[in-house]
């Protein structure tokens, strides 16, 4: 985000913990590497910064800052880091690359830092106590109260000083010469003791939002941080091994213990357990798991042991995936924090600007006394400090996000999770986004005196090396009923159509009713019987010997239990039109869309006819979101306001090309999803009024001489504090009554007929 989270300071207050990186040496040429800039924590240090090194990296768009953790990124290749380095050492600020410190490093310097501003602020306030006292109790002690003042001023100023002078010298007023001004404002109108108790609370004020920022990285780093230190290796001889996951290869079997967190994605292929998934999907109830069964790095072992084959290296799991996507965050800013940083651009001028201003032209123009107006110019200077401005929003934007993730939603920058808030009509894909996308066999139907076993003898010695969905589901079928045929032979494929082959002396066939209808094997009672199955929304497989049709098999894929209570909570939240838009026939959409009582449903429809459906939506409702499997919807997920992707626990692809991703293809959490987007956005514009509301408030109080220095540093200070513990506040889960009720669900596991009766009650009727 290139907004900060706490006030300007010389010592830089914004490094934050990493992941552990290789060593990387100095003089190395850049590819796309990033870098810990001590010193940079706020907007003016970032504009320095892209006038110093913007030119250097073939311009600004080559550069992004994290300004919450200290890091600016460097898109460019081919350049010296040390030309960096130097660049960056011009300005007053100090960098180093970002994989050269530990963690374990960059968090004891923020400890050392907080350390020093704490000792710094307490120095400072004690003697512009003791000069207070001096002044109040012994008026013959002058000298010594001077003395005590100026260590306050002295102490307070050391780390704004340096800074404010770079500000000065490059004609880009900040927090640092504002505040630098304010006191030798006061010392030149003779007022040391209010120079000293500005010097001393801006020096409090520094360790404070220091510590609130360090307070908010370390939440944040804390939610996501889930992977445990070490993985238990299986060796060749059964022993094992304490290692790290980084040094885990893919292949190799590790065991994970009740009660642990699961170190890398795998497959189970030993051992029985509930895991719980929360941590990565957002699910509430653990899930079984046993061989053959994906897991994920940071979900949590319940009670028995697991052995996991290794499926991807520590720094490729989905964990990472998600923590990495939140920490790249800022580059995808919302438009109020880009807002906030155009604001912020020309507020500090134009204060300034006012501040001289209320100096002179009183005193010129009307004749006003000079200490009174100087006076009230320095009050005004110090309570437009634009800091609790620009905080408003990264703070609490990436709390959102990393609460989110946590939820199950995977969100790829702030502007994503903006954009809920204001969705007014959604749209659907079918299957695999309201349907599970596994087809089952619904129902078989023997012909021409034939028996159902012997329709899915044929049927599952065809389909029994193939991997489509619609095979499978046959294969499955069979095996159900104690039918496992071997395979057929001489079996030849005709796409979008069916196969044929041979059982034994046999030609036997397996298609759709227009290979049998091509095969010359239709009658008009087959035909009749076909017909009735596809007008209940099956899809229908015919089944036959020859010129012979033996039977017909009906599959369905089945709507998810929790799609009905998604949508009308969907309804609940404010979203006035649901669309279903599939590339199924109409009478499987129609079927589907009567059972949920979607608004609109569009069957037949091409990747370019979803893409062209979109563009009307967003024409009709202005913001439209677009629900898929992330793959095939691409198009018109990247036509709507919002792709949201179903199915990407793992799946590179899905997030790729989505904006939104639901972890668990949980539909549920999307009426979550807006309301938490929605919350995010009341605390933001609270926030920004609160901050503008105190700052004109206390201008009002500086031209009516009532307000003070000391009383401007403290509000100022204090509404900084304010807004950044506020934002925090996203990192608490949403109230449960925000989510819909899982018994609901689970007591109607067909989903069918489900949509519309929670689509009833929603409108306030009766199911």
């Known amino acids: 985000m290139t907004s900060t989270a706490t006030r300007c300071s010389g010592s830089g207050c914004c490094g934050a913990p990493a992941p552990v ?30 006038a110093a090194v913007g030119p250097l990296v073939g311009g600004e768009d080559n550069l992004s800052f994290d300004l919450l953790n200290g890091r600016m990124s460097i898109k460019a290749d081919g350049i010296s880091q040390d030309k960096v380095i130097a660049a960056v050492a011009r300005t007053g600020m100090e960098a180093d690359p970002w994989q050269a410190t530990s963690a374990v490093d960059r968090g004891r310097d923020e400890a050392s830092r907080r350390r020093l501003q704490a000792w710094m602020a307490a120095i400072s306030g004690v003697a512009a106590m003791v000069g207070w006292g001096l002044e109040t109790w012994l008026d013959s002690a002058v000298v010594p109260a001077r003395t005590a003042e100026a260590l306050a001023m002295a102490v307070g100023l050391w780390m704004v000083l340096p800074r404010a002078i770079r500000a000065a010298r490059s004609f880009r007023p900040d927090m640092n ?19 000293a108790m500005v010097s001393a609370l801006f020096a409090l004020s520094l360790a404070l939002e220091g510590w609130s920022a360090g307070r908010a990285r370390r939440a944040i780093a804390a939610l996501m941080d889930l992977a445990p230190p070490v993985a238990r290796v299986k060796g060749p001889d059964g022993r094992e091994t304490i290692v790290s996951p980084a ?94 940083d155009r604001f912020a651009a020309v507020y500090t001028p134009f204060v300034l600007a006012c501040a001289v201003a209320v100096a002179l032209i009183p005193p010129l123009a009307f004749g006003g006394a000079w200490p009174d107006w100087v006076y009230r110019a320095l009050v005004l200077l110090v309570i437009s400090c634009p800091c609790a401005l620009v905080i408003s929003t990264p703070v609490t934007v990436v709390a959102a996000m990393a609460s989110a993730a946590r ?36 129902r078989v139907l023997a012909l021409d005196g034939g028996s159902e076993a012997e329709v899915l003898h044929v ?8 991997t489509h969905p619609l095979a499978r589901a046959i294969v499955e079928c069979a095996a159900a009923q104690g039918i496992r045929p071997p395979p057929a032979d001489d079996v030849r494929a005709f796409p979008g159509k069916g196969v044929q082959g ?27 019987a076909a017909d009735g ?12 010997d020859r010129d012979r049709v033996l039977g017909l098999m009906a599959l369905e894929d089945p709507i998810r239990p929790e799609a009905g209570v998604a949508l009308a909570s969907l309804r609940q939240a404010g979203v006035s039109t649901m669309i279903l838009l599939t590339g199924d026939h109409a009478a499987a959409a129609d079927r589907v869309g009567a059972a949920l009582g979607f608004d609109e449903v569009r069957a037949g429809l091409l990747p370019q006819d979803k893409s062209a459906a979109i563009d009307e939506l967003v024409r009709r409702h202005g913001h439209v979101a677009m629900v898929g499997d992330g793959v095939n919807d691409a198009p018109a997920m990247a036509r709507s306001s919002l792709g949201i992707a179903m199915g990407v626990a ?69 509404v900084s504090l304010l807004v950044v513990l506020n934002g925090l506040r996203m990192l608490r889960p949403a109230s449960a009554s925000s989510l819909p009720d899982k018994s609901a669900i689970l007591s109607n596991p067909e989903g069918i007929g489900y949509g519309s009766s929670a689509w009833a009650m929603a409108r306030g009727g009766r199911p």
């Open 502 to 528: 041979s059982i034994g002396v046999s030609a036997v066939w397996l298609g759709s009713p227009r290979f049998m209808a091509e095969r010359g094997a239709e009658t008009s009672a087959v035909r009749e």
């Open 21 to 50: 990186s290789p060593e990387v040496p100095a003089s190395a040429a850049i590819e796309g590497q990033s870098f810990r800039v001590t010193g940079m924590c706020c907007l003016e240090e970032v504009r320095v910064l892209k």
């Open 177 to 195: 010469l504002l505040m630098t001004m304010a006191v030798f404002g006061a010392v030149a109108l003779g007022d040391w003791l209010e120079a």
């Open 533 to 544: 199955l596809a007008e209940e929304g099956w899809t229908v497989v015919a089944v036959g």
């Open 459 to 466: 049927a599952a010695a065809l389909e029994s090396r193939s």
């Open 247 to 340: 040094d885990v290869a893919v292949g190799a079997i590790f065991l994970v213990h009740p009660g642990e967190r699961i170190p890398l994605d795998g497959r189970v292929v030993a051992g029985e357990s509930m895991v719980d998934q929360a941590p990565i999907t957002g699910e509430s109830m653990p899930i079984f798991k046993g061989p053959g069964a994906d897991v994920f790095a940071g979900t949590i072992n319940a009670d028995g042991v697991l052995e996991v084959e290794n499926s991807k290296l520590a720094q490729e799991t989905t964990l990472a995936g998600v923590a990495r996507l939140v920490d790249e965050a800022q580059s995808r800013r919302s438009k109020v924090e880009r807002w906030v």
């Open 407 to 442: 939820a199950g939603v995977l969100v790829k920058g702030g502007e994503h999770l903006e954009a809920p808030s204001r969705i007014a009509a959604i749209a659907f894909d079918k299957t695999g986004t309201v349907t599970l996308g596994r087809p089952g066999v619904k």
């Open 650 to 718: 793992g799946t590179d692809a899905a997030i790729e090309t989505s904006d939104l991703a639901l972890m668990s293809d949980d539909l549920t959490r999307l009426a979550w999803l807006i309301q938490h987007s929605r919350r995010m956005m009341g605390l933001i514009r609270w926030n920004i009024g609160f901050a503008l509301g105190v700052k004109a408030l206390f201008t009002l109080l500086a031209m009516v001489d009532v307000a003070t220095l000391w009383g401007a540093i403290v509000a100022d200070s204090g």
